[in-house]
Nanobody
Framework: QVQLVEAGGGLGQAGGSLRLSCAAS????????MGWFRQAPGKEREFVAA????????YYADSVKGRFTISRDNATNTVYLQMNSLRPEATAVYYC???????????????WGQGTQVTVSS
């Protein structure tokens, strides 16, 4: 079992930055690929970014490429999502997820955090 706890959400301004973190605990959590997803009101949960167990080959949704950066620190079992040049459409609940392989589909991840709200004002 892997437990995931997100933090760092809140209110940001358009053009500004926020940094999310996801603390992982449980069995062999460092061997999992980690992903960030988001869900806006009335919309389906969508892929944002993912990174494999070693921290190489990060992958991003086109909508955030060049503005968001995913990283991980296996020494502290923490994954980060640095969000720059924020846009109002980034307003959503952001979820951290863990799975066996770097993938972009919700059903391909086995473990989920409770989510953290990000609100971007224009």
């Amino acid at each position: 079992q892997v437990q995931l706890v997100e933090a760092g959400g809140g209110l940001g301004q358009a053009g500004g930055s926020l940094r999310l973190s996801c603390a992982a605990s449980g069995r062999t959590c460092n061997s999992f690929a980690m992903g960030w997803f988001r869900q806006a009101p009335g919309k389906e949960r969508e892929f944002v970014a993912a990174i494999n167990w070693s921290g190489s080959n990060p992958y991003y949704a086109d909508s955030v490429k060049g503005r968001f950066t995913i990283s991980r620190d296996n020494a502290t079992n923490t994954v980060y999502l640095q969000m720059n040049s924020l846009r109002p459409e980034a307003t959503a609940v952001y979820y951290c997820a863990a799975g066996p392989l770097l993938r972009i589909r919700v059903h391909q991840y086995d473990y989920w955090g409770q989510g953290t709200q990000v609100t971007v004002s224009s």
